[in-house]
Nanobody, 126 residues
Framework: QVQLVESGGGSVQAGGSMRLSCAAS????????VGWFHQAPGKERQFVAG????????YYTDSVKGRFTISRDNAKNTVYLQMNSLKPEDTAVYYC???????????????????WGQGTQVTVSS
């Protein structure tokens, strides 16, 4: 069983920055596909950014390209999401998720991930 713990959420004004962290309880976290998702009230959980285990290339949804950066520190079993130039529409609960063997085709589908963090609220005010 993998436990994921997110941290780093909060409130910020539009144009500001925030960094989210996702710490995993397993030492083999580098071998997992990892995704960041967000969910706004009344909306479905949506893919934001992630790494595929096989190539560790970062992938982003179009709306965050150039503003968000996903990275990982394998020594700390932690994945980060650096969010810059934040917009009010980025407001949501952000979740970290992980799964073994998920390929590029399944990276963006939240139902494919068996392990989830508790979520952290990000609020961007205009």
């Amino acid at each position: 069983q993998v436990q994921l713990v997110e941290s780093g959420g909060g409130s910020v004004q539009a144009g500001g920055s925030m960094r989210l962290s996702c710490a995993a309880s397993v030492r083999t976290f580098s071998t997992y596909t990892v995704g960041w998702f967000h969910q706004a009230p009344g909306k479905e959980r949506q893919f934001v950014a992630g790494f595929v285990w096989s190539d560790n290339s970062p992938y982003y949804t179009d709306s965050v390209k150039g503003r968000f950066t996903i990275s990982r520190d394998n020594a700390k079993n932690t994945v980060y999401l650096q969010m810059n130039s934040l917009k009010p529409e980025d407001t949501a609960v952000y979740y970290c998720a992980a799964g073994v063997g998920l390929d590029r085709g399944r990276l963006g589908y939240h139902r494919e991930y068996p392990y989830w963090g508790q979520g952290t609220q990000v609020t961007v005010s205009s």
